[in-house]
């Protein structure tokens, strides 16, 4: 150990600001990083997980859903 | 003369009607082209190339003003300040290097033409730095008066700027070419330019700080010289590469 | 090798792949990351001459290092894409610039609180904080761009182009840097470089190091996959996986 007790590590030797300013900061970016890189791809799969169950309700995907548009659109033109 | 000469591929001569169809000549003639095509133009607007003078005067006159009068402090940051004007006075200018050609559809056309399309951006760049670098280099030595720039250095200061705005010019066309079709290019231009400006300044300034001190301006023209000739051999493929991905965006 | 070049223009490939990969990364990221900080900030001696502030070079070097490492690698990805149009190397690209900002900063502020217990001022134009400070300006300059583009081929062009422009110039600009400053500043004293670091001091530098450079890889590949599911979302794969995943 370069240290003798815990209260002198906290310390370093009077360079204690510097030190810890400079690792603090430096895990703070890498943590930040890290839950921004998960928030990012649970946001994503979230997003697609809707549109999924979206589509799903509505037909099986877009060719359905130009299909019913079409119906309903034809329907109207009748009339 | 007939329109269709079955005798011109034995005499090789191109009767008027054939040249009207399919142009001859290759390169030289494109080159030579657009280097008269690019001056005309911008002898036209005279203003345009009179501005990146004025502005390089008027921002070595604001410095004075903003630090102090003092001949001798202005003596020691001459170099550095003429350098620095100057550069930005050429940044400035950089913008509408492609995008009046953009804006009109010429660009595109030279895009198409067979000739290759590094070699044409480089006649306009060369354009652009007769009627910008240029000037700006020959204008310093007055602007040097001004700041008390030490004797013995103009000519150094004159050759260096002349070098390096060079180097300016092929590197900014680079920056040009990206943002050209971008509607905010101006500020982002000036974001991509000029951390590449940097060891031009470095050794531009340098280059006339060493001629103050009396020896070692050699050298330094020499690098600028080698960074000339590096920017002359990359720029042309990056400024084509850069046009190209501006037009189809 | 053209194999794997091959197998790379698919983006289901790499998504699976890299699913592989992740958690290999992460944990060497996490044991190196955190073994080098307890040695290098507990074990290994103070230096003679700056003390305790010493210790900050156990994250000013691996940032450093990296953010240089990764606008090269962001120059390989640009020129792989253009050069063979695969898509990931450019999604890659893309997820790396941010980070090699970050790591930039990081550089630049240990760097700078470095500097108050030892030139006893906040920023010194020394050439390393110089260097750094004109990489930032290039990192922010191809994110920049690729943001500025509206069409996205567009945008990963030019901001490939941008990448290898810078760096070339990156090492003209250290050479020129360090030149200047060795010109106004003829008393250096350079913060790491020293000749002969004993072992007890390199030793915990290495691995923090090596785990940065595990962060950087694991961070990437989580990236460029979330990047995947983002611009290939109407890929029957893709839906697929999102309705496995409920």
Known sequence: MAFESLHEFFAMGGHAPYVWAAWGVTAGLLIAIVLHARAERRLLMRNLQRRVRREERLGTGQGEMAEISHQVGGNHHDS | MPVTDARSPATGRRTPAEEAREPGGGLAVALWATLKRDLVLLMRRRSEVLNPL???????????????????????????LLWVAALLAALLSLDS???????????????????PLPMLALAKVAVHWLLTGLPLSLMAPVLGIMLSLPAGSYVTLAISLALGTASLSLIGAIGAALTVGLSRGGVLLS???????????????????????GDGAAAHLAILGALLALALMLAPWAMAASLRISING | MWAFINKLRSPKWFYAIGARLQPFFWLAAVVLILVGTVWGLAFAPADYQQGNSFRIIYVHVPAAFLAQSIFVSMAVCGLVFMVWKIKVVDMAAAMMAPLGAAMTFVSLFSGAVWGVPTWGT???WDARLTSMLILLFLYLGVIALRGAFSSRDSASR?????????????????????????????ATFTITGRAAMPMEMWAPLLIMVMGFYSFFIAVTLMRTRSEILRRESNKRWVRDLATEER
């Open chain 3, 122 to 124: 906040w920023w010194m």
């Open chain 2, 191 to 213: 974001l991509l330019v000029l951390p590449l400006y940097i060891p031009v300044l470095i050794f531009g300034a340098g280059a006339v700080q060493a001629a103050i001190l």
């Open chain 2, 54 to 80: 004025v502005f390089f005067a008027l921002v070595i006159t604001l410095f004075p003003i903003g630090i102090s009068p003092d001949p001798q402090l202005l003596a020691t940051i001459a170099p550095g």
């Open chain 3, 158 to 186: 030019a901001a490939s182009v941008l990448a290898m422009v810078g760096v070339i110039n990156i090492p003209i600009i250290k050479y020129s840097v360090d030149w200047w400053y060795t010109l106004h500043q003829p």
């Open chain 2, 97 to 115: 290097l492609f995008r009046g050609d953009y804006d009109d559809g010429s660009l595109e056309q030279l895009l198409l033409t067979p000739q």
